[in-house]
């Protein structure tokens, strides 16, 4: 029997659902079980009844309308608010998973699947499976169902309906929806026109979030796709909720803000019990082979060494760049060996220039002095960890003054498992070579070091010399060995101009000439001199001698290295500083590669510390200098005046 709808207009004919359009069945629950069908009333179309149309007013009354008016079109019931109170179920809100990799990379890049292109409405639209939405920040983003005029009760659309992937743990929002029609057409979900390539899931993709062109082919693919050390931040604290994160490990590494320099640490590394703890061989030995490997992984310290006679002058050049950062080094190093003879009379103020230089991210370990020698050693910050304590000796060969005296000042530590010894000297002046070597003697016999911390190498150690009890030996100075045959010999080489032949002049090197022959820095090598004299220059100009004494330009000022393993020291660079004009003497300073090998807990440790009311000074005067360099800046562009002619 035809219903009340379909008689009031015979002439029409019934609108027809679209095929593969119409939801069949009744619709699931909350619990995901089959919510019975209701009884429909005796004069409701059945299923197989022509749908109600949505201009037909008195179908949903179940009145006759009156003939002579204007049909009245009712309005859709108002759209539910989407809250979890309402829309979503506890149970289908746990259901949900969070979002991967892939649609993290797709939400990311701004290619989401939302502004990909507009959803087909029409029949025989082909129907694919879309992922589940993201969790979002607010539970209004989630998309809802959208329907074209004449779509029958409501049924939702087969071809890529957003809600089709959350129809089981949304049923409550799916139902609601499914009553409103009238909607526009939607933007929808669509997958990427190419897979992406496959990729390991421990690759830090900062490059994957800022563009949708992940491609072997490109240059800096396999640089991306190295994988780093990194660590998630813990989401098990008591008190906070657990991070989403925390549940798909593609998105975990997704998350640039949730990684730490820590590398995690297994449960089960921490139970395990060994008899080789406390060993070079132990797993987490604090001066051991794998935490060596975490900071030097080819087991190669970059070292710097330096030594200037300051000639006792106050004033202190206004930039050390030169001297301690030099152009040719791209990199800083690990450790500043600073060696002065004659130095200012204020050596605090000298090390707090040497702190404001090398910055914030080095430390003064240790400094010491001996009359006017001083030492100072700075090191990275974050190396401090892996020093022992810092010993120190001095040696007096010749008293001048009560001030001024010639001797050496020698200073030890322990780094890992590798004793650094740093000896800086001031050897007698003049043309007396023989007291210059016994010199030498003195210190080699005098030096008391190691005290404390042990040595390394017992069995290859001798009482009568103190450089066979370190490892790497470093000694640096003032050794006052000149260059024989007069000035006139050495001006006539040094008259050349740019090609000054440097070999030339070394032939005529005292301290080579004794080396050679052994009576001198037995087992020590130097460095190739590819630079001019260092002594004597005139204050503040780059010409040698011009005074009534007219010394001979020499080598006094020099650096030598001795190791215990043949290969260990590996020199990079050997020069001088000549902007630096403040002193008769040039600073001379040279770059090392030395190597480095673990050790034993058993060394005395320095616990971190390092002069830290020292570090503060030099950071706040390095900070003030470069407020008022802006503000200088800032004025003379603001004073500028241009004129037009």
Not at 155 to 178: F, I
Not at 581 to 603: A, E, M, Q
């Amino acid at each position: 029997m035809p219903s009340k709808a379909a008689s009031l207009r015979p002439s029409e004919p019934a609108p027809q659902p679209p095929e593969g359009r119409t939801l069949q069945g009744p619709l699931p629950g909350a619990d995901g079980a089959l919510a019975p069908r209701e009884a429909s009333p005796p004069d409701a179309p059945g299923p197989e009844s022509p749908a109600l149309g949505c201009s037909a007013p008195a179908a949903l009354s179940g009145e006759e309308p009156p003939a002579p008016a204007a049909p009245l079109t009712p309005r859709p019931p108002a759209r539910p608010r989407l809250e979890r109170a309402l829309s979503l179920d506890d149970r289908g809100w746990r259901r949900r998973r969070f979002r991967g990799s892939q649609e993290d990379l797709e939400a990311r890049n701004g290619t989401s699947p939302s502004r990909s292109s507009v959803q087909s409405e029409g029949p025989g639209a082909p129907a694919h499976s879309c992922s589940p939405p993201c969790l979002s920040a607010s539970l209004q983003e989630i998309p809802k169902s959208r329907r074209v005029p004449g779509s029958e009760r409501g049924s939702p659309s087969s071809g890529g309906d957003p809600l089709s992937g959350v129809a089981s743990s949304a049923p409550n929002l799916l139902h609601r929806d499914a009553a409103v029609a009238g909607s526009s057409p939607r933007l929808t979900s669509l997958l990427p026109p190419r897979p992406l390539p496959a990729l390991g899931l421990d690759i830090a993709s900062c490059s994957l979030r800022t563009a949708n062109k992940v491609d072997p082919d490109l240059a800096d693919y396999k640089l991306r796709a190295q994988p780093r050390l990194v660590r998630a931040h813990s989401s098990l604290v008591p008190g906070r909720p657990r991070s989403p994160l925390a549940c798909d490990d593609c998105s975990l590494r997704s998350a640039k803000s949730s990684f730490s320099l820590l590398a995690p640490i297994r449960t089960k590394d921490v139970r395990s019990r060994s008899y080789l703890e406390g060993s070079l061989l132990a797993s987490g030995a604090l001066l051991g082979a794998e935490e060596l490997a975490r900071y030097f992984p080819d087991r190669n310290v970059a070292l710097f060494a330096a030594t200037w006679n300051m000639q006792g002058q106050k004033e202190l050049p206004p930039s050390l760049d030169e001297f301690l950062l030099p152009a040719e080094a791209d990199y800083a190093q690990d450790l500043y060996a600073i060696g002065v003879q004659e130095g200012c009379s204020d050596r605090r103020e000298w090390e707090t220039r040497l702190q404001e230089t090398l910055g914030p991210h080095y430390v003064l370990l240790a400094s010491a002095a001996h009359g006017v020698l001083y030492m100072a050693l700075f090191i990275r910050r974050d190396l401090i960890w892996f020093c022992s304590e810092v010993e120190s000796s001095t040696v007096t060969t010749r008293i001048v003054s009560q001030i001024k005296t010639k001797g050496a000042l020698g200073v030890s530590f322990t780094f890992f498992g590798t004793s650094f010894l740093f000896i800086t000297s001031h050897f007698t002046c003049d043309g007396k070579v023989a007291e210059r070597l016994l010199d030498y003697t003195r210190t080699v016999q005098a030096l008391a070091l190691p005290r404390n911390v042990p040595d390394t190498n017992p069995y290859r150690s001798s009482a009568a010399d103190v450089t066979t009890r370190f490892d790497q030996v470093f000694w640096f100075g003032d050794f006052n060995f000149r260059l024989s045959g007069g000035r006139a010999a050495v001006d006539a080489l040094l008259g050349k101009g740019l090609a000054v032949d440097v070999p030339a002049l070394l032939e005529h090197d005292q301290l080579i000439r004794e080396m050679r022959r052994g009576s001198i820095f037995k087992g020590f090598q130097e460095p190739d001199i590819h630079f001019l004299p260092s002594y004597k220059f005139d204050i503040g100009k780059d010409t040698y001698d011009s005074t009534s004494k007219q010394r001979t330009p020499s080598y006094t000022d020099r650096i030598l290295y001795r190791s215990r393993h043949k290969g260990d020291i590996c020199p990079v660079r050997y020069s001088s500083c000549a902007g630096i004009r403040t002193s008769d003497h040039r600073p001379v300073y040279g770059l090392f590669r030395v190597k480095v090998r673990p050790g034993r807990d058993n060394i005395p440790l320095a616990a971190g510390k390092f002069d830290r009311e020292l570090y503060l000074i030099g950071i706040k005067r390095r900070i003030s200098k470069e407020i008022q360099r802006q503000q200088a800046l800032q004025s003379q562009s603001s004073s500028t005046i241009c004129s037009v002619s």
